[in-house]
């Protein structure tokens, strides 16, 4: 079943308030998007990881639904903080994964593809260094993780973060730039 986009975003501004019946509208309607979402970040991680996508749509849904009050300003705002669940939850995975194995488990994921290969970054890195470093990026200039997380973890194109965030593309691209660069820096300190 596919809705237009004013549907889904009047659906998820009925579920910020409050309204359960809009959820299990909603959920239909959104299960191939979010599929399509996992599937993405599941192509970034290694052969052989464990979570499925199914999986990992589940956690996310779970975290969403268990949200106390969520506000979707729209459905573009929806699925970039979707996003930001699954990371989190890939990421709480491959911590729980290291520390279940002894000297742990690096998670490896090819980071020049989202963001191209910045000099001095790694050809593949560990996912727990680059949420870290994304973190320490987000002290300095949230907006920034913010646009290299959407670029990265929700594959969206330059001018759909530009749309998501309400700021240009060529403020996006400088974000990029300047992220690739704190992040090759992380890498060869960290």
């Given at each position: 079943m596919v809705a237009g986009q004013g549907q889904l975003s009047k659906l998820l501004r009925d579920w910020s308030r409050g309204d359960q019946s809009a959820l299990e509208r909603l959920t239909p309607l959104i299960y191939s998007e979010l599929r399509k979402l996992a599937r993405y970040h599941m192509s970034r991680e290694g052969p052989g990881h464990t979570l499925q996508p199914t999986a990992l749509i589940g956690e996310a849904y779970i975290k969403m639904v268990e949200m106390p009050q969520p506000d979707w300003k729209s459905r573009k705002h929806f699925f970039a903080a979707t996003s930001k669940i699954m990371r989190n939850v890939l990421v709480d995975y491959a911590k729980k994964k290291r520390s279940n194995k002894r000297g742990g488990e690096m998670k490896r994921v090819p980071l020049e593809v989202a963001l191209g290969r910045a000099a001095g970054a790694p050809a593949v890195i560990d996912l727990l260094v680059l949420d870290e470093a994304l973190r320490k990026l987000g002290e300095v200039d949230p907006r920034k993780e913010e646009v290299i997380e959407l670029s990265y973890f929700g594959g969206?194109?330059?001018?759909?973060?530009?749309?998501?965030?309400?700021?240009?593309?060529?403020?996006?691209n400088r974000d990029l730039d300047f992220g690739k660069v704190w992040l090759a820096r992380a890498f060869k300190s960290g």
């Open positions: 969206m194109t330059v001018q759909e973060i530009a749309d998501t965030l309400d700021i240009g593309t060529s403020t996006v």
